[in-house]
């Protein structure tokens, strides 16, 4: 049996912004795309980073981003790039930033540095952390693939091995990290699925399109 073909982030050190049509603007059959954060006025959303160049990038996004539109993209943890929507295309739209980036800084930094943070989106909502017998009501402060913040007035143990429960969201296994406060990080043993991730916070915001404008 053939294996499917991967789709991977594709970097590269052109000065110009992806245009339709250009390697990485198919369908993916198995998908490894980098995941970034995207900023559409006061919102934040997730999307797959299918291309960077020096002058731009292709991204898939979850919904509709009209040609015009100003938006932010973090590439790494902290650190936005201004862009401008130049075309968008089924669920894909091509971006030329503001100023030159530094893909081989880019790229140095995901494969020698640390690994970096998946994006986190601010959410809140009730969230059920259960300890063994013991279930405790908390609310969320954001949510990434890999974890969730939850804010909770009663003591959480950290270390222990826990199941989150949010409404929209199966059960999910999880380690209590750290605590901050009143405040508590949580590890995912598996990440969410982005899909999965991007689905559930439309649900809780609303569709992207009809809370921003560019």
Known sequence: ??????????YSLDDKAPEPGEPGSGEPHLSLLRVGALVIGDRRA????KSISAGGMLIRAYSRID??????????QGEPVSATVRWAKDDCIGAS?????DVLGLI????DGPRPRMP????QCTAWVRDGASVHRTRTADVSQGGI????PKELPVGQEVIVTVTGLAPTPARIRWKDGHSYGLTFHRSLALSTLVAWLQEQQ???ESRAVG
């Open 1 to 10: 049996m053939d294996e499917q073909p991967v789709e991977t982030t594709l």
């Open 46 to 49: 997730l999307c797959l980073i």
């Open 67 to 76: 040609p015009g539109t100003r938006i932010t993209i973090e590439l790494r």
């Open 97 to 101: 930033f503001d100023s030159a980036i």
């Open 108 to 111: 140095s930094n995901s494969l």
């Open 120 to 123: 986190r989106i601010e959410i």
């Open 149 to 152: 913040k939850v804010l909770s």
């Open 206 to 208: 609303g569709p992207l």
